[in-house]
């Protein structure tokens, strides 16, 4: 374990402009903390992240990735986050097929009000991605540059 | 691309006191295409702006980024700065270097580089930003209001008054709301019918605002400026053009087992009935639960005796189809289920009532003609309990963990006008705590205590037990004293906590307007833009969006009013242009994105393509950018790759992963 708490992993987080963004701006002005390792980025609808921008991701060596969007039924664009849910489910299970394991891929709900909820998943996510350690069993598929 | 600059906020020492913010600058430096970096303590002020703007005019800059805040925060601040020094808005990012950085991560190191690595994709997002022109669309000079209370009615008077048309939406058959139910009114005890009833006159008389009652939302597409919205027009049974309100046929109708949901269930209406006397419109509708004649064809006395002929047993609901340019929801509030609190015994005795029922009580259009009696048995009451947070500041199992905000005060008017009326009626308030903010409130919860001698208990009360001889005794604790109370009652009014009527949560799913975990509807900025749903041209107004009583809600009913109207005096939005473009070269037309798109944006045309140097007719997609939101679903599901979102491109998105990553 003592070699898990020094690794630090590098987190992908895409969050939707409506819901996630805001619940992460919500944990940041309320102050709860989560690990320096997530890096955010703003996408206007979970149904926006292609499964292009997660493996290249993986190629380029993250060690997880995790997509938040709204609630079922509260997509601001009504249905984007159904079209994710899908896409996403097909993605992970081919990506655990590859050598990325399902604990490195994540989508999670989070409204705009829930600040709590968003930092206790990144606190989770990356304990979890911690755990399964560095992100090695896909290097043989990855090209350096 | 060549010429971007770097502007590193301090946001005083939000961002400064976790993040090494001159670090954050060198390493900006380093970054490609990068020409200028700088810090600044407050970046959004004007002192701020003038040195972005300055920087853009003297180093000739292409693009820029701001390490500030979040963009939900001052995106458009730093977009309009930018567009000021003549640098097209679109070509702005920000990094979100307070709410994601600073303010959760203690560590100055750690704060450091992540800051740093957020600069870097932005940067890298930036350098493929294109200059992106907003499209223009229509505005339809027409605002809907949906619910009749006292929210929706002022928001409406206000826009109308302000010269643009309304219409208001209400569910049930008059409007008036909650407020038309209420007796008194804290802290001048006027009374609540007389201030209300001419204002329900006026939205009626008034030439712009059209009522829609017994109408519920059925439908809404659009987007602001530009909704178009169904709204079903349930069957009255009831002509409401020959109608003239005599009465007859409630009077005549021998169906009168149903509870009047106007006297919170206390007493019977006929199955053709209006609300209450003051009904607007005064034309009754026939309830087809409880009317003979329609559920089983016998009967028709209504139709008999009705002079004017008004009756039609035939009535369908209707859909009726508007435009309009913006939204107000005034869906306001109803009174929690007591079944998760089962300890104060309400559904065991009839005396156990709630605040909303001894309103009803205590008016003279109500249920017992405004005298004070017990249900069960119709005698004076002498000694009186109520009990202040009855579901509300509670754990979640139970009831709702928010305040309620305006039991404090109506259970002090309840006290003091019992006092008033019957000075030899005990009355106790056992309380968790008395908030009073508000203008003359305190002062008023005072008078209760000492001219009218209401006892205050601070504590909790654990059961009411109903006794054999009809009393009941209620179990409390008295926390100052730090003793255990027993107090034998006539009656019990529960301060019954207040939450969003149910029908919220459809129409805001409808709005896509978002929701909070209790149901209450979120405002675009908690403390700046209040009146406003995150969701463009839809607006808030009363208890939709958080408790609050009379005089806050018709402060909110006018704040919403002013902003539908600078809205609706806009004759021309600009649009979001960061919509979805496709790639003709590439598409093929095979139809996938229409299928996906909520908006029905995307069509296909037989266009001319030079596909290097061969000229052929193919069917190709095609964006309405009026239309389109920008949500991006066409262009993951696009097989070939074609569409691409503006704004969010493809190769934007993986640069800022790369740069995350690297």
């Known amino acids: 374990m003592s070699m898990n708490t020094e690794f630090k992993p590098k987190i992908v987080a895409f969050c939707c402009n409506w819901c996630s963004y805001a619940g992460a701006d919500l944990a940041g002005s309320s102050r709860l903390a989560y690990p320096a390792d997530v890096k955010i980025i703003r996408v206007p609808c979970s149904c926006r992240v292609n499964p292009m921008f997660i493996l290249r991701a993986f190629e380029k060596g993250a060690d997880g990735v995790i997509i938040c969007g709204c609630h079922p039924g509260d997509c601001h664009y009504s249905t984007g986050n159904y079209y994710a849910r899908r896409r996403m489910t097909l993605l992970f299970s081919m990506l655990d097929y590859m050598g990325i394991e399902r604990g490195r891929t994540r989508v999670e709900w989070v409204s705009a009000a829930e600040g709590v909820k968003f930092s206790n998943t990144m606190n989770e996510f990356v304990d979890a991605v911690r755990t399964l350690g560095p992100n090695k069993r896909l290097g043989d598929l990855r090209c350096k540059d | 691309m060549h010429g971007i600059g770097v502007f590193v906020c301090h946001c005083g020492s939000n961002i400064a006191a976790t993040v090494d913010v001159k670090k954050v600058v060198e390493m900006a430096r380093l970054e490609p295409g990068v020409v200028h970096a700088e810090e600044y303590q407050y970046m959004c002020s004007e002192a701020g702006?003038?040195?972005?703007?300055?920087?853009?005019?003297?180093k000739n800059l292409k693009g820029i980024v701001v390490c500030s805040c979040s963009p939900r925060m001052h995106e458009a601040t730093f977009r309009k700065c930018a567009e000021k020094a003549g640098l097209n808005p679109y070509m702005v990012e920000i990094a979100n270097l307070r709410e994601q950085c600073s303010w959760i991560h203690k560590d100055i190191e750690e704060g450091t580089e992540k800051a740093v690595i957020l600069a870097r994709a932005a940067i890298a997002k930036v350098s493929l930003n294109t200059s992106l022109l907003p499209g223009e669309s229509r505005v339809t000079k027409r605002a809907l209001v949906i619910g009749g209370g006292i929210a929706g009615i002022q928001t409406a008077l206000d826009i109308a008054d302000a010269g643009y048309e309304v219409d208001i939406v209400e569910k049930t058959p008059s409007i008036g709301g909650k407020m038309a139910q209420l007796d008194k009114t804290f802290p001048t005890l006027d009374c609540s019918a007389c201030i209300l009833t001419p204002k329900m006159v006026?939205?009626?008389?008034?030439?712009?605002?059209?009522?829609?009652?017994?109408?519920?939302?059925?439908?809404?597409?659009?987007?602001?400026?530009d909704f178009t919205v169904d709204i079903r027009k349930k069957a009255r049974y009831v002509n409401m053009d020959k109608c003239t309100g005599c009465g007859v046929c409630m009077e005549k109708c021998p169906s009168k087992k149903a509870l009047s949901e106007f006297n919170s269930g206390l007493n019977n209406r006929?199955?053709?009935y209006t609300p209450f006397a003051q009904a607007i419109p005064n034309v009754p509708v026939i309830d087809p639960t409880q009317c003979t004649k329609l559920k089983t064809g016998k009967c028709g006395i209504c139709e008999r005796f009705c002079q004017a002929g008004a009756i039609d047993y035939t009535q369908k609901d209707e859909i009726v189809t508007r435009k309009?340019?913006?939204?107000?929801?005034?869906?306001?509030?109803?009174?929690?289920?007591?079944?998760?609190?089962?300890?104060?015994?309400?559904?065991q005795s009839k005396d156990v009532i709630t605040s909303l029922e001894l309103e009803r009580i205590m008016n003279a259009a109500g249920p017992t003609k405004g005298h004070l009696e017990r249900l069960s048995d119709g005698k004076a009451p002498?000694?009186?309990?109520?009990v202040q947070c009855v579901g509300s500041r509670c754990d979640e199992s139970k009831g709702k963990p928010y305040c309620s905000k305006i039991c404090c005060m109506y259970t002090a008017k309840?006290?003091?006008?019992?006092?008033?009326?019957?000075?030899?009626?005990?009355?106790t308030v056992f309380y968790i705590d008395v908030r009073t903010p508000g203008k003359n409130f305190d002062e008023f919860y005072r008078r209760a205590v000492e001219e009218y001698g209401v006892n205050y208990v601070k504590g909790q009360v654990g059961k009411v037990a109903p006794q054999p001889d009809g009393s009941l005794l209620v179990h409390g604790v008295d926390l100052l004293d730090g003793k255990q109370l027993k107090i034998s009652a006539d009656m019990v009014v529960l301060?019954?906590?207040?939450?969003?009527?149910?029908?919220?949560?459809?129409?805001?799913?409808?709005?896509?307007?978002?929701i909070d975990t209790n149901n209450f509807l979120t405002e675009a900025h908690p403390k700046l833009r209040p009146v406003e749903s995150p969701t463009a041209g839809?607006?808030?107004?009363?208890?939709?969006?958080?408790?609050?009583d009379i005089p806050e809600t018709v402060s909110q009913a006018g704040a919403a009013a002013v902003k539908v109207v600078g809205l609706l005096a806009k004759d021309k939005l600009l649009t979001n242009p960061c919509t979805a473009k496709p790639d003709e070269l590439m598409c093929n037309g095979c139809g996938s994105c229409a299928n996906v798109c909520p908006y029905g944006a995307i069509s296909y045309e037989v266009k001319e393509i030079n596909d290097h140097g061969i000229r052929e007719n193919r069917r190709v997609a095609v964006v309405n950018s009026a239309l389109c939101q920008g949500c991006g679903a066409c262009t993951v599901t696009c097989p070939s790759g074609t569409m691409d979102l503006q704004g969010f491109s493809n190769r934007q998105i993986l640069a800022e992963v790369d740069a995350i990553c690297r």
Not at chain 2, 49 to 58: F, G, K, V
Not at chain 2, 326 to 334: K, N
Not at chain 2, 382 to 386: A, G, L
């Open chain 2, 270 to 272: 006929p199955a053709i």
């Open chain 2, 202 to 225: 006026d939205a009626a008389a008034h030439e712009r605002i059209n009522l829609y009652t017994y109408s519920e939302i059925e439908k809404v597409s659009g987007f602001v400026g």
């Open chain 2, 538 to 548: 839809v607006f808030l107004s009363g208890i939709c969006q958080g408790p609050k």
């Open chain 2, 49 to 58: 702006q003038e040195r972005i703007a300055t920087a853009i005019r003297e």
């Open chain 2, 382 to 386: 002498k000694n009186i309990v109520f």
């Open chain 2, 414 to 427: 309840h006290a003091m006008l019992i006092r008033d009326k019957y000075p030899d009626v005990n009355v």
């Open chain 2, 495 to 514: 301060a019954a906590a207040v939450e969003p009527s149910p029908s919220v949560r459809k129409i805001a799913t409808m709005l896509t307007a978002s």
């Open chain 2, 324 to 347: 309009y340019g913006a939204i107000v929801v005034a869906t306001g509030f109803e009174i929690i289920k007591l079944d998760n609190l089962e300890e104060y015994a309400y559904s």
